[in-house]
């Protein structure tokens, strides 16, 4: 009987040097998308997935995670006193929305590195992989298109989509024939490629389905690209030993928030879609002679 993916973790110790001087003392996580920071947009996709529980893999100067999620009673209290219920509840709300616990990425060692530190958190279970920086625009959850797809195999999965040109050499790739509609079989994934020796156009982006094994694989993994501990190398250990690894091409619209540009983009996205905002700023945006 297959487990159920109760668990996910957040890997969130990076130095968001793309963002900087805004990361200098602020983590890139909390950059607001509109007005909700974006880690949160991917704990509600978790939860909205059915994830129960969450270990979100911090470092220094990322103390406004935890505090986000935390009970702030001070804020509470000033909210209730002036009547404020519908903010009360948003605030709360935050704090109740899932089971989250932390620990520290002492350093900044790559993406693989970073889920090791989950390992007992993890125990024997499958479990969730989401990078807060890919923000996913989907009507059914991201991860849940993951999940339905690991029911079916009984095997780890991870999220792709393609990618033109150049760019590609930014992502991990995958070398992959596909199955059924828009589900890949995996043969190889190499990290961050250069553009004439990619194995394909399709690039892994931030979802993921993961067994324990992946563990052992990661302490046999040597340091790859950037001097990093790459999870994609650890995936091709798997996949040497014939370990079945399947890609989903997500129905949806994924947004590279942890690019300026991309957050742009994202921030406009977002807003255009909001009730309270959409209409108003769309004919601001007619206004602008572009």
Do not use: C, W
């Not at 990322?62 to 000033?78: G, N, R, T, Y």
């Not at 990093?228 to 690894?245: F, G, M, S």
């Not at 769309?282 to 572009?290: G, H, I, Q, S």
Request: net charge negative; proline share 5%; charged share 30%.
């Amino acid at each position: 009987m297959k487990q159920k993916i109760r668990k996910a973790v957040f890997p969130a110790a990076g130095l968001g040097t793309r963002f900087l001087p805004a990361t200098k003392a602020s983590p890139k996580e909390m950059l607001p998308l509109v007005d909700k920071p974006l880690i949160q947009y991917g704990v509600e996709e978790a939860v909205a997935s059915g994830i129960e529980s969450i270990l979100i893999i911090t470092g220094r100067d990322k103390a406004a995670i935890e505090d986000h999620f935390d009970i702030s009673f001070e804020l509470e209290h000033v909210l209730k006193e002036r009547g404020k219920q519908e903010a009360f509840e948003q605030v709360r709300h935050i704090s109740e929305i899932a089971n989250i616990s932390y620990i520290r990425q002492k350093q900044a060692l790559g993406l693989g590195h970073a889920i090791y530190q989950a390992r007992d958190f993890v125990g024997d279970e499958p479990f969730a992989v989401i990078l807060p920086d890919d923000v996913m625009d989907a009507e059914t959850p991201a991860l849940k298109q993951l999940i339905e797809v690991y029911e079916k195999y009984d095997a780890p999965v991870m999220a792709t989509m393609r990618i033109a040109g150049e760019a590609i050499s930014r992502f991990g790739v995958i070398d992959a024939v596909e199955v059924e509609s828009n589900v890949f079989k995996i043969r190889d994934v190499v990290e961050k490629p250069k553009f004439e020796n990619a194995p394909s156009d399709m690039a892994v982006i931030g979802r993921y389905i993961f067994t324990p094994e992946l563990f052992n694989a990661i302490e046999q993994t040597k340091p790859g690209a950037g001097g990093e501990i790459q999870v994609a190398d650890a995936i091709r250990i798997l996949l040497e030993k014939n370990r079945p690894y399947y890609a989903v091409k997500l129905d949806g619209v994924r947004h590279d928030a942890g690019d300026k540009l991309g957050f742009l983009i994202a921030t406009v996205e977002f807003a255009l879609k909001r009730e309270d905002l959409g209409a108003d700023f769309r004919d601001y945006l007619k206004t602008l002679k572009l």
